[in-house]
T-cell receptor, first 112, second 111 residues
Framework: RKEVEQDPGPFNVPEGATVAFNCTYS??????FFWYRQDCRKEPKLLMS???SGNEDGRFTAQLNRASQYISLLIRDSKLSDSATYLC?????????????FGSGTRLQVQP | DVKVTQSSRYLVKRTGEKVFLECVQD?????MFWYRQDPGLGLRLIYF???????EKGDIPEGYSVSREKKERFSLILESASTNQTSMYLC??????????FGDGTRLSIL
């Protein structure tokens, strides 16, 4: 089983749509969670951290469900510029691993 | 703003060459990482360092070595480049319970 699993997509949605991605993680002791965005042929960039109580940043909402070990990202009012790959990222600090563990990403294509 | 600088955006080398990829940070962070990213395989950790002269193997260290002589600089070395090392290489800092920040990446082609 992969440590962080995501649906690779692609998710093809029209502009203005609401879209949600889920991600599951295997390590129940994980403490830190993030969503990154990666544009084609560019480096991953931090989109937002994910907090236990859920958090919002403009059109983006992140949720954490520890009991079921998944995190989600909701994008409202999708823009063409939201087209990218979204990476779910988890820490595995209890294993002594300092590097974060990245999912393989979910590709989003927003269409006009 | 976090600055992680990789020495080259694009690099073309020949099979058997020794290749050096350099990464410099301005955040005085202890942790530095080297990844490679290939289509369909996601990000894979090659090596990381948590202090000067300290290094640990990641998930795919074979064919690579690293050097960290100064805190701000972390080098990835391909001892004898092979075509299966053609990839996008990404340096990052941070980690632990904090986000990681990446450099722009180096697209390396081995001919």
């Amino acid at each position: 089983r992969k440590e962080v699993e995501q649906d690779p997509g692609p998710f093809n949605v029209p502009e203005g749509a609401t879209v949600a991605f889920n991600c599951t993680y295997s390590n129940s002791a994980s403490q830190s969670f993030f969503w990154y965005r990666q544009d084609c042929r560019k480096e991953p960039k931090l989109l937002m951290s994910v907090y236990s109580s859920g958090n919002e940043d403009g059109r983006f909402t992140a949720q954490l469900n520890r009991a079921s070990q998944y995190i989600s990202l909701l994008i409202r009012d999708s823009k063409l510029s939201d087209s990218a790959t979204y990476l779910c990222v988890v820490n595995m600090w209890d294993t002594g691993r300092r590097a974060l563990t990245f999912g393989s990403g979910t590709r989003l294509q927003v269409q006009p | 703003d976090v600055k992680v600088t990789q020495s080259s955006r694009y690099l073309v080398k020949r099979t058997g060459e020794k290749v050096f990829l350099e990464c410099v940070q301005d955040m005085d962070h202890e942790n530095m990482f080297w990844y490679r990213q290939d289509p369909g395989l996601g990000l894979r950790l090659i090596y990381f360092s948590y202090d000067v002269k300290m290094k640990e193997k990641g998930d795919i260290p074979e064919g690579y070595s690293v050097s960290r002589e100064k805190k701000e600089r972390f080098s990835l070395i391909l001892e004898s480049a092979s075509t299966n090392q053609t990839s996008m290489y990404l340096c990052a800092i941070g980690g632990g319970d904090q986000p990681q920040h990446f450099g722009d990446g180096t697209r390396l082609s081995i001919l």
